[in-house]
């Protein structure tokens, strides 16, 4: 009896126990931080993962170990929560199962903790629907910035979709990882889209309805093919530096792959097979570093607020953001976090005159806070479209920023846009603060394109067009219509490229509606080369 009695006892400790919870933690690598809502054995494996698939990346691209300047302000933040619907909900789209953005300012991702185990209606999940491993879609976006970051490269949309594929389903094992599996995703475009490398390297204006599923679908079984294959290997490196010396993407193609026939039988065979994997070991059997904590309870609180704003908000989204992170502050008023999680609400609804407070707040508790110097820089700078007195401040506060922390691109980059948005011919340490930003994050399209407006300003056309090569050979009317803007520039006439090219001032709402516009209005200089023509 006193058994059995024990017995119930341990089952009744057993059943009254609550199940290990799910609860927010930080997990800080050396290029990643992530914020999850796991348990902490979780969240750990997840940031030992999350280096590993870095550690491949450079095996694999050549890029070699890890430097140990990388700065902190290339490190990507993380939030991993919920479940797969909830990242379409966030974004605002349906089918998104996370999202990534490279940003100078700090760059996201967003990730589910899980798939979802039932569809929106509570419905079980049909047969046809595919389970996405939410893994893949963090390892898929941190391959693009990871191409971006580590080679300036012109990819075209195929190859870069594709590369990512390729990682996206990466796995490992005891002391080395394995790619090559089939993205589960894509396997059903993969059996029924036919084979078309002519519209996957040259799409033209209108693509067919099969597009994106060759550049996602074919473009992982050609990256496959083209990096697993030791006779094929060799030939991606021509075929970038072709396009990068802008020949024609299908010459370049002929050029670098040989016969497309060949090359097109040769990828219909190798999707009618076995998928091919490659195994690598690790550079070391070590694991990466990684630590784990749990948040505060501010750093808690602000949780909702911080993952909308990261997100990124329209102005009636933003505005919802401000009577919640004014609340966060009057809760949490030291709290450092809360406050920088505040600024960024203040700052996104336009409140200047809240978001300058909260900054000064930070910085006179922790005066080293770079975050806080770059907003507080950035609404001098907003405030300058109308009082152009503040131009000056904005750029004596980005200087103080650039002294706090002088890797990171931002406050190299406010430093040059303080004298673009004031009409100021910008002097020579301008220009290399832009320059340099763009070294430091070649991921953010603001600062490319700044950059490519600048080389343009001084006639510098072939560069200004290696910037932007992705886009001219890229899907649609738009790169077309760039690619005039050029030739005219070539030309002797450069009005209409800098027109196209010149960064808008956020504050500017001047531009009338796309939707509004004529054809003439909208592609000037395709009607303009063809007028000539």
Not at 319 to 332: F, H
């Amino acid at each position: 009896m006193r058994i059995i009695a024990s017995l119930f006892a341990a089952f009744a400790v057993l059943f009254s126990a609550p199940a290990m919870a799910a609860e927010w933690y930080v997990v800080d690598t050396k290029h990643f931080t992530v914020y999850t809502k796991d348990t902490k054995k979780n969240a750990e494996e997840y940031g030992k993962e999350l280096e590993r698939l870095d550690e491949a990346l450079r095996i694999i691209s050549g890029v070699g170990p890890s430097d140990d300047d990388f700065p902190a302000s290339s490190k990507v933040t993380v939030f991993r929560f919920g479940e797969t619907s909830d990242m379409g909900k966030l974004l605002g789209r349906r089918g998104v199962g996370g999202f990534f953005r490279g940003d100078a300012v700090g760059s996201v991702a967003f990730a589910p903790r899980r798939d979802d185990v039932r569809r929106e209606r509570g419905f079980e999940r049909t047969a046809g629907d595919i389970p996405i491993n939410p893994k893949y879609i963090v390892f898929h976006e941190y391959t693009h910035y990871f191409m971006f970051h580590h080679r300036d490269a012109p990819y075209p949309l195929w190859y870069s979709e594709g590369f990512a594929e390729l990682f996206g389903t990466m796995t490992f094992e005891k002391d080395r990882f394995v790619i090559g599996d089939v993205p589960p995703e894509r396997s059903i475009a993969l059996k029924v889209v036919d084979l078309d490398l002519e519209e996957m390297f040259a799409p033209g204006e209108e693509p067919s309805r099969e597009y994106t599923s060759r550049v996602y679908a074919h473009g992982w079984l050609l990256a496959s093919l083209l990096n697993l294959t030791p006779e094929r290997r060799s030939q991606i490196g021509p075929y970038l530096m072709a396009i990068n010396e802008g020949v024609d993407p299908l010459e370049a193609a002929k050029n670098a792959f040989g016969d497309l026939d060949v090359l097109e039988k040769e990828l219909d065979d190798y999707r009618g097979g076995a998928a091919k994997v490659l195994k690598v070991p690790f550079l070391t059997k070590q694991d990466p570093e990684v630590s784990v904590r749990r948040m505060t309870e501010a750093e808690e609180a602000r949780m909702d607020v911080l993952i909308r704003a990261k997100a990124g908000v329209d102005e009636d989204q933003a505005k919802k953001q401000v009577d919640p992170a004014r609340d966060l502050v009057s809760r949490y008023p030291e709290s450092v976090p809360v406050l920088l999680t505040a600024v960024e609400a203040e700052f996104d609804a336009k409140n200047w005159n809240e978001a300058e407070s909260l900054a000064e707040r930070i910085l006179a508790i922790d005066p080293d806070n770079v975050d806080a110097a770059i907003y507080y820089a950035r609404v001098a700078l907003m405030r300058g479209y109308e009082d152009k007195s503040q131009i000056a401040v904005a750029r004596e506060r980005f200087a103080k920023a650039n002294n706090l922390q002088p890797d990171h691109a931002y406050p190299l980059y406010g430093y040059y846009l303080s004298f673009l948005y004031s009409d100021e011919t910008p002097p020579d340490d301008a220009i290399a603060s832009l320059e340099r930003a763009f070294v430091l994050a070649r991921y953010d399209n603001s600062i490319r394109n700044t950059l490519a407006y600048r080389l343009a300003k001084e006639e510098r056309y072939s560069v200004s067009q290696g910037l932007l090569r992705r886009t001219l050979i890229g899907a649609g009317k738009y790169p077309r219509e760039l690619s005039a803007c050029y030739t005219l520039a070539e030309a002797g006439d450069n009005e209409l490229l800098l027109d196209m090219l010149r960064p808008d001032h956020p504050m500017d709402e001047s531009e009338k509606e796309w939707d509004d516009k004529s054809d003439e209005e909208k592609w000037p200089c395709l009607t303009k080369v063809e007028a000539t023509a």
